[in-house]
T-cell receptor, first 109, second 117 residues
C-alpha cells in the first residue's frame, strides 16, 4: 500500500539556518509528489510539486527514487516560513492524494 | 475567485443526528474531493466526484456516509447517525482538470470541524 511518512512532528530552527523537512514514501511505481503548506489560520495550499522542478518561496524538493524520499529544503529559514507542512503522494491512474501526518516548522527569531 | 468554500466551518451534533457538510468548488472546477483529518493524523482521502457522478468512494465508510455533487449547487457530504468517532476536520478540494493532467492541482477549502457530543 502507498504510504507517506513524515518522521518529525515538530522542527524548530533559528532564522537564517537551513531547513530540511523529511518525507519518505512507499510506492513501487512512479509517484507524483507534492508539498502542501498551511499557515496559521489559512487553508492548505500547494507549495510545490516535483514534476514542476521549481523553487517556491526559496523552497526546493528533489525526488530521490533510490531513497524513496522527497525532502523539502530551504537554505535560509525566515520567520514567515513557520507553518504546518504536509507531504503528499498520488499515483498515475488514481485520484487520491495520500498525505503524511505533517511537520510543524517553527522558525525562531 | 473566492476559492473553495466550505460551510459550516464548525458543526456540533449529538450522537444519532445527521451532519451535512457543504463544499462549493472554485469557479470552473468540476472535480471535487473530500478528505477527513482525525487528530494527530494526515488527511485521508474519502471520495472523488465529478458533476453528478461519484468516481471513487473507496475511502468512505460503507455505512452512514454518502456524498453527492449535483448539477447545480454545492457538493454535500452527509453523515447519518453520527458517532463520537466521526469527530474530525473534513476538507474539500477542487480541481479544474482530470487527475494525471497538468490541470489536476487540488485547491483546498478551509475545512469543517465536526464535533459529536
Amino acid at each position: 500500500a502507498q504510504r507517506v511518512t513524515q518522521p518529525e512532528k515538530l522542527l524548530s530552527v533559528f532564522k537564517g539556518a537551513p531547513v530540511e523537512l523529511k518525507c519518505n514514501y512507499s510506492y513501487s511505481g512512479s509517484p507524483e509528489l507534492f508539498w502542501y503548506v498551511q499557515y496559521s489560520r489559512q487553508r492548505l495550499q500547494l507549495l510545490l510539486r516535483h514534476i514542476s522542478r521549481e523553487s517556491i518561496k526559496g523552497f526546493t524538493a528533489d525526488l530521490n527514487k533510490g531513497e524513496t524520499s522527497f525532502h523539502l529544503k530551504k537554505p535560509f529559514a525566515q520567520e514567515e516560513d513557520s507553518a504546518m507542512y504536509y507531504c503528499a503522494l498520488t499515483t498515475s491512474g488514481t485520484y487520491k492524494y495520500i498525505f503524511g501526518t505533517g511537520t510543524r516548522l517553527k522558525v525562531l527569531a | 475567485n473566492a476559492g473553495v468554500m466550505q460551510n459550516p466551518r464548525h458543526l456540533v451534533r449529538r450522537r444519532g443526528q445527521e451532519a451535512r457538510l457543504r463544499c462549493s468548488p472554485m469557479k470552473g472546477h468540476s472535480h471535487v474531493y473530500w478528505y477527513r483529518q482525525l487528530p494527530e493524523e494526515g488527511l485521508k482521502f474519502m471520495v472523488y466526484l465529478q458533476k453528478e457522478n461519484i468516481i471513487d468512494e473507496s475511502g468512505m465508510p460503507k455505512e452512514r456516509f454518502s456524498a453527492e455533487f449535483p448539477k447545480e449547487g454545492p457538493s454535500i457530504l452527509r453523515i447519518q447517525q453520527v458517532v463520537r468517532g466521526d469527530s474530525a476536520a473534513y476538507f474539500c478540494a477542487s480541481s479544474p482538470g482530470q487527475p494525471g493532467t497538468s490541470t489536476d492541482t487540488q485547491y483546498f477549502g478551509p475545512g469543517t470541524r465536526l464535533t459529536v457530543l
